[in-house]
């Protein structure tokens, strides 16, 4: 099974509208921890926000906030007033640390076109 | 802080040379990730360090690559005998023990091409 499932491979969403990328997770963990990453046509990895799986509030980070639904397993990132910069590939990815373990599993990936 | 340095930025090879891709991690950062991003397998994760012993190797598709880091501020993933299939973006990232959520920084990328 995929540990990190995003089904949209691609979206579109007007300049200064907001739009939601889903985000699905699978893991027998306890403690874990969830990701997301940007990366832009130039090729580096951005990192968004982050959510731990204790924490009881969603995680903001100026625009970026991220939707945790922690029955549902799933992680969802919403930006707000999209930009132009935005447009991008943007990852979920997943930590499980209850032996430790400390890489990051990552999703296929979403899309992303801001169109003006 | 310079951030993740991978050198060099783009290699072009022929299929059967070798192929050393270097990463230096950030300073105090105890541990290092090699990943590999493909259009058909995304980012997969090859190996990772802590304080410079191999944690997992499970992913390092066999035995034409090798990693190593032979001190905390150097790392070397090497493929030999380079095959076309090999060509893709390899990313290196390192992290510190008690950071809990932005404390992964990536490097820029080396994109390999075997021709």
């Known amino acids: 099974a995929q540990k990190i499932t995003q089904t949209q491979p691609g979206m579109f969403v007007q300049e200064k509208e907001a739009v939601t990328l889903d985000c699905t997770y699978d893991?027998?963990?306890?403690?874990?921890?969830l990701f997301w990453y940007k990366q832009p046509s130039s090729g580096e990895m951005i990192f968004l926000i982050y959510?731990?799986?204790?924490?009881?509030q969603n995680a903001t980070e100026g625009r970026y906030s991220l939707n945790f639904q922690k029955a549902r397993k799933s992680a969802n990132l919403v930006i707000s007033a999209s930009q132009l910069g935005d447009s991008a590939m943007y990852f979920c990815a997943m930590r499980e640390s209850d032996t430790g373990r400390r890489a990051l599993t990552f999703g296929s990936g979403t899309r992303l076109q801001v169109q003006p | 802080d310079a951030g993740v340095i991978q050198s060099p930025r783009h290699e072009v090879t022929e299929m059967g040379q070798e192929v050393t891709l270097r990463c230096k991690p950030i300073s105090g950062h105890d541990y290092l990730f090699w990943y590999r991003q493909t259009m058909m397998r995304g980012l997969e994760l090859l190996i990772y360090f802590n304080n410079n012993v191999p944690i997992d190797d499970s992913g390092m598709p066999e035995d034409r690559f090798s990693a190593k880091m032979p001190n905390a501020s150097f790392s070397t993933l090497k493929i030999q005998p380079s095959e076309p299939r090999d060509s893709a973006v390899y990313f290196c990232a390192s992290s510190q023990t008690r950071t809990g959520g932005n404390g992964y920084t990536f490097g820029s990328g080396t994109r390999l091409t075997v021709v």
């Open positions: 959510q731990g799986s204790y924490d009881e």
């Open positions: 893991t027998s963990d306890q403690s874990y921890g």
